[in-house]
T-cell receptor, first 115, second 112 residues
């Protein structure tokens, strides 16, 4: 049962345009969401996160939007640059007893930004 | 550079063998996580340790085991290896039982 779903395995955008990566989740207990970026042969790198008490978080060119009622979040990259070409993972967590959080990961979306 | 180190970078071994993957967390991080990424698969959480104690288990096979030592480095032991165990194995660390995990470069295991 895939609790975190990234339904688009790949996305291609033109340099300078907006990239929108989507993520859906099924577990209403998730209260913290993260995006990671991964280049080939490297480990994932933390990009941006959002708590469920917010609906938007912005960091430079990266903005994450959360729609709790739709159980949907999206990552916007504006403007997109060729160096943004990577696999983007969405991850979610819920607070359990003892404050131990386990990240549940999506399968990733491969973004290609074309010059 | 995340500050998380993993050795070896590549490992080629035969079916039925046993290997040990090593991870050193970032300075000050108490939590260590192990993940497996197979071809065309997302990141599968295997196991988490916090300050030497196992805290969470994911889809870890019984043939696999891990431990975290007093100096906080961790080892993942994979035994009776099968062809399907070929994958990238990532270690991540975080300060506490938090969300932001910092990943190492991974160990690519090839079982022939």
């Amino acid at each position: 049962d895939q609790q975190v779903k990234q339904n688009s395995p790949s996305l291609s955008v033109q340099e300078g345009r907006i990239s929108i990566l989507n993520c859906d989740y099924t577990n209403s207990m998730f209260d913290y969401f993260l995006w990671y970026k991964k280049y080939p042969a490297e480990g994932p790198t933390f990009l941006i996160s959002i708590s469920s008490i917010k609906d938007k978080n912005e960091d430079g060119r990266f903005t994450v939007f959360l729609n709790k009622s739709a159980k949907h979040l999206s990552l916007h990259i504006v403007p997109s640059q060729p160096g943004d070409s990577a696999v983007y993972f969405c991850a979610a967590s819920a607070g359990y007893a003892g404050n131990n959080r386990k990240l549940i990961w999506g399968l990733g979306t491969s973004l290609a930004v074309n010059p | 550079d995340s500050g998380v180190t993993q050795t070896p970078k590549h490992l080629i071994t035969a079916t039925g063998q046993r290997v040990t993957l090593r991870c050193s967390p970032r300075s000050g991080d108490l939590s260590v996580y192990w993940y497996q990424q197979s071809l065309d698969q997302g990141l599968q959480f295997l196991i988490q340790y916090y300050n030497g104690e196992e805290r969470a288990k994911g889809n870890i096979l019984e043939r696999f085991s891990a431990q975290q030592f007093p100096d906080l480095h961790s080892e993942l032991n994979l035994s009776s290896l099968e062809l399907g165990d070929s994958a990238l194995y990532f270690c991540a660390s975080s300060k506490g039982l938090q969300n932001e995990q910092y990943f190492g470069p991974g160990t690519r295991l090839t079982v022939t």
